[in-house]
């Protein structure tokens, strides 16, 4: 019992850090070096652009996705029920944070389950693909799926963060083979997503040949998790060392772009560091198929429900006059031709 209060406690150390800490990279994620092409005449009723996307099967209103934060607690709970509530008033996809907490005490999971406020939304499970060498197989990632009524399961990989912790699960040895296994026996699709260092166009091609669903880059840019643990640590050594590796991986454009070039074919989710309609605009017109923030949502979500809606709409409506003004008429008129990339 004590470990699962720590876990618990830790969940709730992270939410307040990055509700009042400095913990964005100032390593640029990259989309300042992209311009939107004007169309002066862009020959389109801006009322008649849709920003509405299909994703796994299920109509979205705009492609964005409040990405994977928090639950583990009752204050983690009570930030995803508010986040829960916009996505499904925006009809926008959703993740929870890692569901670690709730798999080691079921006590807890009460603050993942949001089905009954977000009946309609696409949503991910979580958990950290690192477990798979520290006793999770197929049941605990099973649990997982059905404690959420999840439609899609992300793995994320946070190496960095787990060297950090004086907690932290460092052994990554052997998961290829194991996150093989787990997506021929899982009934959801499975994702896999970094925490803010990025995935490289190497091992997001192995992954997807593995039978991963699709990769969710999460590249340098936005949240630093090592920024994060450096707060965390009591040691002031320790805390410089995190510090160090504040702005260490690969921003989120240069993943885009690496599985442009090598031809990477799979569903791709852009995060780290995404701020903007015009950077969800960008990430699609790079490949990507959804957009996630999660950093800006729960900073809204911490102002509350109206400033939290206030948020969500104005980034939506960024991404129409984008559209508008790019001669964008649907979301699949995005693409590489209406971008251009600066030195």
């Known amino acids: 019992m004590e470990k699962v209060s ?46 509405s996307t299909t994703f796994l099967g299920k109509q979205l209103a705009a492609p964005i996705l409040i990405s ?12 995803n029920a508010l986040l829960a509530e916009t996505a499904e008033h925006f009809k926008i996809a959703m993740g929870v944070g890692s569901q670690r907490a709730a798999i080691e005490d079921p ?30 197989g197929i049941d605990q990632v099973r649990r997982a799926v059905d404690m959420i009524q999840a439609d899609a399961l992300y793995l994320h990989l946070n190496p ?21 296994k787990l997506c021929a026996e899982l009934e959801v699709p499975v994702f896999v997503k970094e925490v803010g260092s990025g995935i490289n166009p190497h091992i997001a091609k192995a992954l997807l040949e593995l039978g991963v669903t699709g ?32 702005h260490w991986g690969l921003p989120t454009v240069d993943c885009l772009l690496g599985y442009r070039q090598q031809g990477i074919n799979g569903q791709i989710i852009a995060s780290g560091g995404i701020r903007s309609g015009f950077d969800v605009f960008k990430s699609i017109a790079l490949g990507a198929n959804l957009a996630g923030m999660a950093l800006p949502f729960i900073r809204s979500a911490n102002k509350g429900p109206e400033a939290l809606h206030s ?33």
């Open 68 to 79: 994977s934060m928090t639950g583990g607690s009752a204050e983690g709970g009570r930030f």
């Open 160 to 180: 960095l963060q787990e060297a950090l912790q004086p907690e932290g699960n460092s052994n990554f040895t052997g998961l290829f083979s194991k996150i093989e």
């Open 6 to 51: 720590k876990t618990s406690h830790r969940k709730d150390e992270h939410l307040i850090i990055c509700l009042e800490k400095e913990v964005v990279s100032s390593v640029s994620a990259g989309f300042e070096k992209i311009r939107i092409k004007h169309q002066a005449l862009p020959e389109l009723d801006y009322k008649q652009v849709d920003t």
């Open 107 to 136: 006590a807890l999971e009460a603050s993942f389950q949001v089905r009954e406020i977000a009946p309609s939304i696409l949503l991910f499970a979580n958990l950290g693909a690192v477990q798979l060498n520290y006793g999770y």
């Open 215 to 246: 990769i969710d880059c999460a590249g340098l840019g936005g949240t630093s998790w090592a920024l994060v643990e450096a707060e965390r640590q009591p040691d002031p050594a320790m805390r410089h060392l995190a510090q160090q590796f504040g």
């Open 311 to 343: 948020f969500t709409e104005g980034i939506i409506k960024e991404l129409r006059i984008a559209m508008f003004n790019a001669h964008c008429s649907t979301i699949s008129d995005i693409d590489f031709s209406t971008i251009t990339l600066e030195d």
